[in-house]
Each structure stands twice: as structure tokens, then as C-alpha cells.
């Protein structure tokens, strides 16, 4: 009794929307249970062919464009029309120079699994060659690095030193300056330049004077004779 009213009043409510403005594509149907489901209903439009007299075009005729005299739309023909076309079924295998370049083209783009295997493998002992080359080197620095510190020290230390005798030069230069002007030059001016350059000359002369008084007295004074045993 309950499912007769229910089914009645499931008819009634599906006459009320077909009824309504609905799409045909989109329609309500009624489920076992009871229930009102939407779905959609798709209708293609049929494939049009003219089976009886489908376009053939003329090779010869000079009208007929160049892409419709190629063995791509001859295949394109049989595969829509087929015997019908007028295609040679043993046109639309490849010649044998296609039929070589096809092979060419999937060996170079689509290698077989073996090659593909061979690639990874020597891809992958190329890897391995480089990150010994890498350890290998990294071992080595880490070898000179104690000698590599001691110089980097060394070579600080100098700087230093040097940096502390040109400062201490300097002030030096600018102390004799004073002293021999009676004020303080700047020692970028040209007067201080030309002082340093003939103190660096007496410096000169005294080093030579030294070393000339060190032979002449070497030449005075001869070394005594090594005893021998």
C-alpha cells in the first residue's frame, strides 16, 4: 500500500518536471528506491559519411591541392572509406628507406631496455668516478692543510711586522720632518716627498760607505790559515 503511494506520487512529480523547462540532455529518472536522480543524457551527433559517393579527389588535376595527393591522406581515405576510396591497401605500408628511417628514429628516441641499462650503468660509474676524484682531492687538501696553516700564519705574522716597521718608518720620517722644518708636513705633500727621497739616498751612500770600510778591513785583517792535522 505505502509503496503504491509512493510510487504514485514518484510519477507525478516526474510528469511536473518533464514538464517544466528542463533541458532534454538533463532529465530526473526515478531510482529502486524511490528516489529522484539527476543524470544526463548524451546524444552525439552521427558521423555523416557519404558512403556511396564519398570525395575522391584527382591527383592529375592540377586544382586539387598538394596535401590531398600524399600517401598520409591516401591512409587518411581508407581508413575512413575504405575499399570504397580506391586506395591500394599495399600504398600505405612504408617503402623500405621509410621503413629504415622509422627504425633509425626509434633507436635514437625509443632505445631498446638493454641500452637503457647501459646508459644507467654508465651513468652511474661515471658518478661514482667522479665522487672518488672528489674524495681523492679532498683527502689531499686535508693532508697539506697543517702545512697550508702554518704558512697562512707565517704570512700573517709578516704582514704584521711589515705593517708595524711601516708605521714606526712613518712616524719616523715625520719626526725628522718637524725637526728639520720646524712644523709638520703632510706627507703626501711634494716637500715631504722630495725629503724622504734624499734620506732613502744618504741611507744609500751610508749602506755602500759600510760595506766598502767591512772589505777594507777584511783586506787588512786576513783570516788565519786552518791548521790541519
Known amino acids: 500500500m505505502a509503496a503504491s503511494i509512493v510510487a504514485r506520487r514518484a510519477t507525478g512529480i516526474l510528469g511536473v518536471l518533464k514538464d517544466g523547462c528542463f533541458p532534454k540532455s538533463v532529465l530526473p529518472v526515478l531510482s529502486r528506491c524511490g528516489c529522484l536522480l539527476q543524470v544526463a543524457n548524451y546524444n552525439p551527433r552521427p558521423l555523416k559519411l557519404n558512403i556511396k559517393s564519398p570525395y575522391i579527389p584527382d591527383k592529375e588535376s592540377e586544382n586539387t591541392p598538394e596535401w590531398q595527393k600524399t600517401d598520409k591522406y591516401d591512409r587518411k581515405l581508407f581508413g575512413r572509406y575504405g575499399s570504397v576510396?580506391?586506395?591500394?591497401?599495399?600504398?600505405?605500408?612504408?617503402?623500405?628507406?621509410?621503413?629504415?628511417?622509422?627504425?633509425?628514429?626509434?633507436?635514437?628516441?625509443?632505445?631498446?631496455?638493454?641500452?637503457?641499462?647501459?646508459?644507467?650503468?654508465?651513468?652511474?660509474?661515471?658518478?661514482?668516478?667522479?665522487?672518488?676524484?672528489r674524495e681523492k682531492l679532498i683527502a689531499a687538501n686535508m693532508a697539506k692543510m697543517?702545512?697550508?696553516?702554518?704558512?697562512?700564519?707565517r704570512e700573517t705574522r709578516a704582514l704584521k711586522q711589515k705593517k708595524k716597521e711601516d708605521k714606526a718608518r712613518k712616524e719616523r720620517l715625520i719626526a725628522e720632518a718637524r725637526e728639520r722644518f720646524g712644523y709638520a708636513l703632510d706627507p703626501r705633500s711634494p716637500k715631504f716627498q722630495e725629503m724622504v727621497q734624499e734620506m732613502e739616498k744618504e741611507e744609500k751612500k751610508k749602506k755602500k760607505l759600510l760595506k766598502s770600510r767591512m772589505r777594507q778591513t777584511a783586506s787588512t785583517f786576513p783570516a788565519p790559515p786552518i791548521k790541519s792535522d
Open 146 to 153: 697543517p702545512k697550508m696553516i702554518e704558512d697562512w700564519r
Open 85 to 133: 576510396s580506391g586506395v591500394n591497401p599495399a600504398k600505405l605500408w612504408p617503402s623500405p628507406e621509410e621503413l629504415d628511417k622509422l627504425i633509425a628514429e626509434e633507436k635514437e628516441w625509443q632505445p631498446s631496455l638493454e641500452e637503457m641499462l647501459k646508459n644507467v650503468e654508465e651513468k652511474e660509474m661515471e658518478k661514482a668516478k667522479k665522487q672518488r676524484a
